[in-house]
């Protein structure tokens, strides 16, 4: 509440009526609040959308999403797997946070194991609440080592998932749709981040393929011209 007073009239010098003012601004506080949470969404969605354009690189890339979605979010830890969609398994490409059991057990996973292969083989974001009040469908490694709440989204691009990025905390959350779709967009722009940096490696063994072949053939064909003289 937003108190204030003021003289509303007077005799001489008493005054002999006061006017107060009573505000309720229980939600412009909580708006604004909620402005100042988006503004910090789009900002972090900015810092990793800058590193994605500026470098090829999957680590450098993976390493920043994942530091800025645990920093967003307040979450305790978490983890990155990436997809081997042929053989339909995950392997955990990089961690932050977690303990060494944990890390053991979600080192690979198939599709549909755990909460990290549902999100792979289902292609959609899951949320967890409270992994510990229930039994999770599917069940989850990291309940066993104390964590409570847990977001999983698909890194993907072009409907084709390149793997997962979830976040794990060590107390029972109930995660905003603004911060299921911040995440979500970060997993996006991972998996085009990914597909890119793929892309470009590839291009570089075709290129050294290529130099190979050249050198071979440059050899060959001063050979031959030695062999004339």
Known sequence: LQCGGSVFSREGEHVTEVQFVVRDI?????????????????????????VANSSLNIDEIARNTLEVALES???????????????????????????????????????????????????????????????????????????????????????????????????????????????TAMGNQLGIAVANARLYEKQLRENEKLAGLLDISSGSAQQLELELL
């Open 73 to 183: 979010t307040g979450m305790s830890g978490g983890a990155i797997h990436l997809a081997d969609a042929k053989q339909q398994v995950l392997h955990l490409y990089l961690q932050s946070g977690l303990p060494d059991e944990l890390v053991a057990d979600i080192r690979t996973l198939k599709w549909g194991e755990a909460v990290p292969g549902f999100v792979a083989a289902s292609g959609q974001a899951m949320v967890v609440d409270d992994m510990t009040s229930r039994t999770p469908a599917p069940p989850s490694p990291a309940a066993r080592h104390g964590f409570r709440s847990t977001i999983v989204v698909p890194v993907k691009t072009k409907g084709e998932t390149l793997g997962t990025l979830g976040l794990l905390s060590q107390h029972e959350l109930e995660f905003t749709s603004e911060v299921v779709e911040m995440v």
């Open 26 to 50: 229980t939600q412009a506080r909580q708006r604004q609040q909620q402005l100042l949470r988006r503004n910090q969404q789009l900002g972090a969605l900015a810092t990793l959308a800058e």
